[in-house]
């Protein structure tokens, strides 16, 4: 395996520009809305209170953001150093993720200039999931940055500065383990209090075990699905070999997740639900479907090493946790007073904004910083 | 000490499946809330109200709240179609055919909406930043505009769907019924049951109100009755003949009690009020909360292992 380097190619593609026009029209929008109220560009309203901006922005994108998590998990709880030059760059759209996922809450925020208030010991309900899911995403936002660190400063030549930051790396490399468990787990915890409000098909005392199952699961299937797309894209050598292995150990995750989460259901009597053609039903059905198809797939020793049902599998899984959790959000929550949601055209463009600037930012790292292992000259 | 590796993995993923299996008792160690010293509430009797909405115009002023025009073009006429960022109290109408008997199933019913006062509110476990309160000595669930930063957790929490959202401003607040407290800070009582003119609107301690509902309820229907006008300490009584009530007091015991309580003649879920179990939503999800956490003990636990694991894992390789 070749040492990460800097791709050193034009920023300034196509693709880039794109990304740039759907930034800056959300940009005129998000004007909009922080002078006119969040109801003046988005469908939510007070029987959905929450919409993609959550449901999308941060419930599912900080689960894509798992990968950093994920990585280090394995390398450095299990002891698994092979997969050392996964981690760099799962933890490059970690960062990226959880800081977008940061700046989106604010956006959904309504006295988002009182946001502080969180920190303040006499405001912090301890009792509030919210407050526990708040505090531990800020916090692992910084440790992301610390963690990130020396990668920018090797750019910059601070040797001094990263001689010293390896010294105590370690503390937050376990912070960066123990922060998402709780937060991830937590979204899951958030939605019980729901109550009757989320359909029986996702409401179940094992939310917290499922979120952090799906939180894994997203973390190491975005990590082989962005691994073949930089191949496609920026020509990286294949990790294949890396890939495979992961790929070894996803369907005993994975098994233990759909049994729970099936038998959760089944065993509370409500698995009919399922099968009356409700848009509830298909999405409980569309979901499963796409996380058991990737279990098949996997499960056979032949198909880990091909990265054609590789890539295909790992999509299914990013898909299929993705739906879960926008399930669990939005499609599976229904307030019972008449009330619908489907996001606005401009809530929309504010969410693809979002990603579009996560976009420019990998395209400008990946160029400028040492993150991707070097590509083979020709 | 020595820990290995496997055996901290084994520990951790065994404590795992224990919280999982540990959740329904934890559940159950959440003791129900018992009603503040000083407790007081509301009585809406549905076979008492007429309809008129006095108290809905008496809320506003008391409130300082906008009016709102949600059907129709009179100007003169206020009609709030339900709860809003503007309306915080409001009475709603059951119906079925063409409406022939009041307070019977088959004909027509109304009920007055506001916030539940609940002994175990969501909205204030939700709040992470406790701008939403449950006052020690009365019960009154408040709301602090200075430490809301606006996230709506309260709003999804809910089981009644009662606070609202300021959708279309630039600085919003969440709207609901405070029960008047600054009413009853100056030792009145909350504006709509002053208005009531019937007295199906009653203000009270909860305790008596509990009481007063009971004896409601065990009357024999049609025959006359006194009942208690504006507030159960006052001295204005009615004389009316008795309904045909549900045997259910709404409130005594949903979601862990209520201090605003129902009677009616219609059964409550088709007055859309939910169906709810006995124990709080709040008290499931804090039972899972207490057990992951056990207060911040586990975590730093984890953390130190995690911490010892990475240090040897570095040791490893050097």
């Known amino acids: 395996m070749t040492a990460p380097a800097p791709l050193n190619k034009t920023i300034y593609t196509w693709n880039f520009k794109a990304c740039a026009v759907i930034a800056g029209l959300a940009g005129l929008f998000l004007l909009w809305r922080f002078f006119f109220g969040i109801g003046s560009v988005s469908n939510m309203n007070d029987g959905y209170p929450w919409g993609i901006w959550i449901a999308y922005d941060v419930v599912v994108g900080t689960a894509l953001a798992c990968g950093g998590y994920a990585m280090a998990l394995l390398v450095y709880v299990f002891n698994k150093g092979e997969y050392h030059p996964l981690v760099r760059p799962a933890l490059m759209t970690s960062l990226f993720g959880y800081t977008l996922a940061g700046i989106s809450v604010m956006i959904d925020l309504g006295r988002y200039w009182q946001a502080y208030n969180i920190f303040l010991p006499w405001h912090s309900n301890l009792h509030s999931v919210m407050f526990e899911v708040a ?47 709780m937060h991830q787990s937590s979204l899951g915890t958030m939605m019980l209090m729901a109550g009757y409000k989320l359909s029986p098909l996702w409401r179940t005392g094992f939310l917290p075990l499922l979120f952090l199952l799906t939180a894994l699961l997203m973390g190491y299937a975005i990590v082989m699905v962005e691994s073949f797309i930089c191949q496609a894209w ?91 959790r926008i399930d669990t959000y939005i499609i599976g929550f229904d307030p019972g007073t008449g009330w619908r949601y489907f996001p606005s055209v401009p809530e929309l463009v504010i969410t693809l904004g979002v990603v579009a600037t996560e976009g420019m930012a990998y395209m400008w790292v990946v160029n400028k910083l040492a993150v991707l292992p070097k590509a083979e000259h020709a | 000490m020595k820990i290995e590796r496997r055996d901290f993995l084994k520990g951790a993923l065994g404590g795992g499946l224990l919280l999982a299996a540990d959740a329904k008792p934890a ?110 000595d ?57 208005a009531c003119p019937t007295g199906a609107s009653l203000f009270g301690r909860v ?100 911490i010892y694991m990475i240090r040897k894992g570095e040791g490893d390789k050097h």
């Open chain 2, 27 to 136: 559940a159950a160690r959440h003791v129900a809330k018992e009603l503040p010293p000083n407790a007081v509430g509301i009585l809406y009797d549905a076979t008492l109200c007429i309809g008129c909405q006095v108290c809905v115009g008496a809320c506003k002023q008391a409130n300082n709240m906008p009016v709102e025009h949600t059907a129709g073009t009179d100007p003169l006429w206020e009609n709030p179609e339900d709860l809003s960022a503007k309306t915080l109290n409001i009475i709603k109408k059951y119906g079925s055919g063409d409406y022939p008997v009041k307070d019977t199933v088959a004909g027509y019913s109304f009920v007055k909406r506001h916030c539940m006062h609940c002994l175990d509110p969501a909205c204030v476990s939700a709040c992470p930043v406790s701008a939403l309160r449950k006052n020690s």
């Open chain 1, 135 to 181: 505090v531990c995403i800020g916090t692992y936002v910084m440790v992301l940055w610390v963690e990130f660190a020396p990668t920018i400063l090797e750019k910059y030549k601070a040797e001094q500065l990263r001689v010293r930051l390896n010294r105590v790396i370690f503390v937050f490399i376990a912070l960066g383990i123990l922060l998402p468990t």
């Open chain 2, 207 to 306: 305790e008596d109100l509990r009481q007063e509902a009971k004896r409601r309820l065990a009357m024999t229907p049609g025959d006359s009755y006194d009942f208690p006008v504006a507030s159960l300490g006052s001295k204005e009584f009615q004389s009316h003949k008795a309904g045909h009530y549900i045997q259910q007091i709404y409130g005594e015991s949903e979601v862990g009690g209520t201090q605003y309580m129902l009677l009616a003649g219609v059964p409550f879920d088709k007055l859309g009020l939910p169906t709810l179990p006995d124990e709080s939503f709040v008290a499931l999800a804090d039972g899972i909360q207490y057990a992951i956490y056990k207060g911040m003990v586990y975590p730093l636990v984890v953390l130190g292992g995690l």
């Open chain 1, 234 to 324: 920026f020509k990286t050598p294949s990790e294949m070999p890396l890939l495979s292995k992961i790929a070894e150990f996803i369907p005993w995750l994975l098994g233990v997740y759909l049994l729970i989460r099936l038998e959760s259901v089944n065993l509370a009597g409500n698995l009919a639900l399922a099968f009356n053609g409700s848009l509830q039903g298909n999405m409980f059905l569309l979901e499963n479907a796409l996380l058991i198809a990737a279990f098949v797939i996997l499960v056979q020793p032949k198909n880990r090493v091909r990265s054609k049902m590789l890539f295909l599998a790992s999509s299914a899984i990013v898909l299929g946790a993705a739906l879960y």
């Open chain 2, 138 to 194: 009365n019960g009154v669930v408040t709301y602090d505009k200075t430490a809301c930063i606006g996230c709506r957790y309260c709003q999804v929490a809910c089981p009644f769907n009662i606070p609202k959202f300021e959708w279309l401003s630039a600085t919003p607040r969440i709207v609901k019924c405070q029960l008047c407290s600054h009413l009853l800070a100056k030792g009145g009582i909350s504006a709509c049951c002053a």
